[in-house]
């Protein structure tokens, strides 16, 4: 009895060391393959799986998660010879297992040496200007060259970010200087454009200024041609009045006319306070006869007008 207790004790031994042989607990975010005499036959999802005792075993753990993997920094020379130091980040995930697993010797040091030197293709392109402010493209580019390249090994590749593209600290520095004097040269043509537009203004002001006093000028000549005209027109009354006047009443009214033009005009001359001496070029005798005649031109009509009415002066 015994002895066949000791029996059934190593077989129920025997039967648990076969279940746990057998038995595997795949963790979440792995896939873990299986492989039988050194090939592969299957993969074990994540949670409870059960092998071939002692024939099956665990291939390799697969990590399924999305995973970051990082770009060593290196050297890079740009289409214009500028040396330029770059570095980034990869985020991939494995899609089949078995791919990841036996396709490739080392995932993470292919993906990243192909990185590398698929970095260097895109920015040997482009020179160093377009490589500093095109980051984005150049994102884009790897992204599509290495997710293409990647499929074989069943991994997907989701983003590339490159973090830093530096130049030397010398080419910094004469980046710097390039700046400092774009930015002087876009403020002397900043100054040089509001000093024409000055210019311009005054010149405009003066232009109309010119035009201004022209018309003024115009206009005062307008004003002083019909003070004229309109003098003239009373000259020209005048004129037709005296004629009128020496057709009624003969030659005495018109030499009483110039008589009266002649003193008025004298008297003026005499008025003037610039007049020291005045020299009259004239016979008093012939100014005195006629106003005599015309004072005798004034008598007349009083002498024919009846009592009682009122002489006109």
Known sequence: MVEFGIFWVLVLVLVVVVVFAGAKTVPQGQVWTVERFGAFTKE??????????????????????????????????????????????????????????YEVNNLNQALSTLAMTNIRAVIGELELDAALSSRERINSQLLVILDGATQAWGVKVHRVELRRIEPPANLIQAMNLQMS???????????????????????????????????????????????????????????????HAAR??????????????????????????????????????AMAGGIAQAMELLRAPQAAAPPGSVPRV
């Open 181 to 243: 004097a774009e930015r002087e040269r876009r403020a002397a043509v900043t100054k040089a454009d509001g000093e024409r537009q000055a210019a311009v203004m005054r010149a405009e002001g003066q232009k109309q200024s010119l035009i201004l006093a022209a018309e003024g000028r115009q206009q005062a000549a307008q004003r002083d041609a019909e003070a004229r005209e309109r003098l003239a027109q009373a000259e020209a009354v005048a004129t037709q009045a005296v004629a």
């Open 248 to 285: 009624d009443s003969g030659e005495a009214a018109l030499r009483y006319f110039i008589a009266q033009r002649y003193v008025e005009a004298f008297s003026a001359l005499a008025a003037s306070p610039n007049s020291r001496l005045v020299v009259v070029p004239m016979e008093a005798s």
């Open 44 to 101: 074990l999802p994540p949670g409870l799986n059960f092998l071939l005792p002692f024939i099956d075993r665990i291939g390799r753990k697969v990590n399924v998660q999305e995973q970051v993997l990082d770009i060593p920094e290196q050297s890079v020379i740009t289409k214009d010879n500028a040396t330029v130091a770059v570095d980034g980040v990869i985020y991939y995930r494995v899609l089949e297992a078995s791919k990841a697993a």
